[in-house]
């Protein structure tokens, strides 16, 4: 899953006025599809964040902070993906300790979540199902995440160029969203990815590159 995103806030849907049911759409009319069991539990989490009028991205948020809780805690990991206890033991865990440790109490994501570890192989699919949501958000709300990574820390200047080269990129009507990274082993240039696009611009490519050529023709 990716980290919680800084993209404006917004409702899934607007709360229905009293007396009226929310409109909630169907997994075909999500704008993106996912198959598998991962994909429809985060299709499930979808309509569940529309029904309530629940804000996406809190949800996302809401994910992101349990998998960083999970990652430090592994007895508690441990638990909650253990076979022998009940759904009633694990649900016990998440409330004592789990959901009190965190700083989001997303009702929309507790929910989904004590009903996921009904699931056997919740272990199997949690990270997946965490990933999967936080797709099916950035497609509902426009959004195309890019990941810039560079030897040295961008400038504003040069961090301003290569949003507005992406900009040019993407559909009409979406938004870009870029997170900058530095990795000295790339030596130089950059490793830009859009979406599921990847351009590798870095001298380390390319000194890879010069030496498969040279033991091509040596």
Do not use: W
Request: net charge positive.
């Amino acid at each position: 899953m990716q980290p919680a995103r800084s993209f404006a806030k917004g409702k899934a849907a607007a709360v229905p006025a009293k007396g009226k049911a929310a409109a909630v759409p169907s997994m075909g009319d999500h704008k993106l599809q996912l198959n598998g069991v991962a994909g429809r539990m985060a299709h499930r989490m979808l309509n569940a964040t529309y029904q309530t009028g629940a804000d996406l991205k809190d949800t996302n948020a809401f994910l992101a902070e349990v998998q960083t809780h999970l990652k430090a805690s592994a007895d508690l990991k441990g638990a909650l993906m253990a076979k022998e206890l009940t759904h009633k033991e694990k649900s016990t865990l998440m409330e004592d300790i789990l959901f009190k440790g965190m700083t989001n109490k997303n009702l929309v994501g507790r929910a989904m979540l004590t009903k996921m570890v009904e699931d056997a192989d919740f272990e199997k699919h949690f990270d997946e199902v965490c990933s999967d949501y936080d797709r099916l958000v950035y497609a509902e709300l426009g959004i195309v995440p890019a990941e810039v990574v560079s030897a040295i820390p961008l400038s504003k200047q040069q961090s301003k160029q290569i949003k507005t080269k992406l900009i040019t990129l993407i559909s009409k009507g979406q938004t870009v969203e870029v997170t900058e990274s530095v990795d000295t082993n790339i030596l130089g240039g950059l490793v830009v990815r859009l979406g599921d696009r990847a351009q590798d611009l870095s001298v380390a490519s390319r000194l890879s590159q010069l030496e498969i050529g040279i033991r091509a023709i040596a």
